[in-house]
């Protein structure tokens, strides 16, 4: 790959509009994937100024990052390597310099069965083996961020109990709280979301597409928006920091999903669950 990633003045603060919680699957157009990305994430940055960026999500047995990590162009993108391998810069052929950055991550699924997310990093962890707040450990030892995911149904009764553990005893600069398209515009803030960030809690949203053809379109549509510096050598690594930063404003943005479409949304993972 070509190494065109363009450069940033070291301490020099950029604007950043992130999607926190992609998936890439087999059934999407990873040229697709680009485009949609790029053109929304601009669309919520406001222009072109945003450093737009995703950071990845990938569910056990999915490689979409080392697909992209090992080819050399897809429709108009073209890839470029940085100093660390859970990092990708892109740009269209016919322009020059970064138009989306590309993070490694992962969602794993804990013992309580909960998912907390991986990013900014690659860590091979197994689902359903290592408890919520060891699993928040791991991450960071991998130089990596943990966010908690809201997903419909996981934060009530037993997990919900689990969930309030975490808020109540894990450190704000190693865990973040996941908001995504799956929760409607109509259902409110959860009452555990709202409690996270009283204690100091970053709350980031994401996207989440689900592994249906389509999906795609979604991507970059919500998300969240911060300040600072970015070493485009080591982005991942530099971005990590940021996220862990108890200075650094994070503030959501985009919309999630009506209560139409996430009633289509729902009905195709449970005729899914039942093939």
């Avoid at 363009?6 to 059934?27: A, C, M, N, W």
């Avoid at 053809?213 to 970059?220: A, F, Q, T």
């Avoid at 600072?228 to 994070?250: E, K, M, W, Y």
Wanted: aromatic residues 8%; proline residues 5%; positive net charge.
């Amino acid at each position: 790959m070509s190494n065109n990633a363009r450069k940033l003045t070291s301490g020099h603060e950029s604007r950043f509009i992130l999607d926190g919680h992609v998936h890439l699957y087999p059934v999407f157009s990873m040229a697709d994937v680009l485009t949609r990305a790029s053109t929304n994430l601009r669309a919520l940055g406001g222009g072109e100024d945003a450093e737009a960026v995703l950071l990845l999500t990938e569910g056990s047995g999915c490689s979409g990052f080392v697909q992209l990590f090992e080819s050399r162009r897809f429709g108009e993108w073209i890839p470029a390597a940085t100093a660390e391998t859970t990092s990708l810069s892109f740009r269209r052929a016919s322009e020059n310099g970064t138009a989306l950055w590309v993070m490694a991550g992962r969602q794993i699924i804990s013992r309580e069965n909960l998912e907390i997310c991986a990013l900014c990093c690659d860590p091979d962890l197994p689902d359903r083996e290592i408890p919520a707040h060891e699993l928040i450990k791991r991450i960071a030892g991998f130089n990596g961020v943990a966010a908690l995911n809201w997903a419909p149904g996981k934060w009530f009764f037993r997990r919900g109990r689990v969930v309030r553990e975490l808020i109540e005893n894990e450190d704000p600069g190693e865990l973040l709280i996941s908001d995504t398209t799956l929760r409607p515009t109509l259902w409110p803030e959860p009452l555990l979301m709202r409690e996270a960030k009283k204690r100091g809690f970053g709350v980031i949203g994401g996207s989440d597409p689900l592994p249906f053809s389509g999906e795609e379109r979604l991507i970059g549509t919500y998300g969240f928006s911060l300040n600072g510096p970015l070493d485009p050598d080591r982005p991942a690594r530099s971005l990590a920091a940021l996220l862990r930063s108890d200075s650094v404003s994070i503030s959501r943005c985009g919309r999630r999903s009506g209560a139409l479409r996430f009633l289509k949304r729902q009905s195709k993972i449970l005729r899914k669950r039942k093939q």
